[in-house]
């Protein structure tokens, strides 16, 4: 690695304008990364970036669409361009629209899922790969969800989309054996952010709060990222396959306890 170990390692974090993404590029940022936080909306990632910085971390924004090529060159481009080495890519940009069921659900809604989840995390690794190896010591995370181990009614894009990724992560760890490179899968089950279920429901507030009606202590975007940074900062040799976490009230993807 030569004079990369005497740098501050960059983490580059997709989806960082809100929730898990937001959390994460925080919770690094203390622990000693320099974050690159990527995501489409300038305006909160600059709010982020200055928050990191008055809490004594360091940061860059990076306007980034994951579906675009020129987007994500550009975002490895200003990776490139930080003194120090890129060590970490964090795969969090995703999402779900709708709960309709197979036999009616838009396919507009199916293909924005797996261009968004799959395709966009594949398109983020296959361009960062490059810095990961250079660093000696690299580690790609991908946060997924519990849906890419379960199905559920109505959630048959979603979970597509969650099984796809999956099978990519596990795919990408085989064809990395033998180069300095760990592949780690993130799993969060029922978590409660600010526009997960809202950008799901089409900005309906009152079906988006009803997911979560009842639960008593659902996950929050804290929770997953303490469990992303817990990996990132294991010895190199420690490879964390698969995290899955859920809430105590949820004990499978779609069996959950809820109060009145």
Known sequence: MGNNALMTPVAIVTGASSGIGAATARRLAAEGFHVLAAARRADRLAELVEEIEKNGGTATAATCDITSDESVAALVATATGLPGPV????????????????????IADWQWMYDVNVLG??????????????????????????AGIDVYEGGGGYTAAKHAETALTR??????????????????????????SLHRFGGDAERAAAVYHGVPDPLVADDIADCIAWCATRPQH???????????????????????
């Open 87 to 106: 060590t970490l890519l964090v795969n969090n940009a995703g999402g779900a629209i709708g709960l309709d069921p197979v036999e009616s659900a838009p």
């Open 121 to 146: 995390t594949l398109r983020v690794t296959q361009a960062v790969l490059p810095l990961l190896d250079a660093s000696g010591a690299g580690t790609v995370i991908v946060v997924s969800s519990t």
């Open 171 to 196: 795919t990408l760890r085989l064809e990395l054996l033998g180069r300095p490179i760990r592949v780690i899968e993130i799993d969060p089950g029922m978590v409660r952010t600010d526009e997960f």
């Open 238 to 260: 420690v490879n964390v396959d698969r995290l899955v976490v859920r809430p105590l009230a949820q004990a499978a993807q779609h069996r959950v306890h809820r109060v009145s």
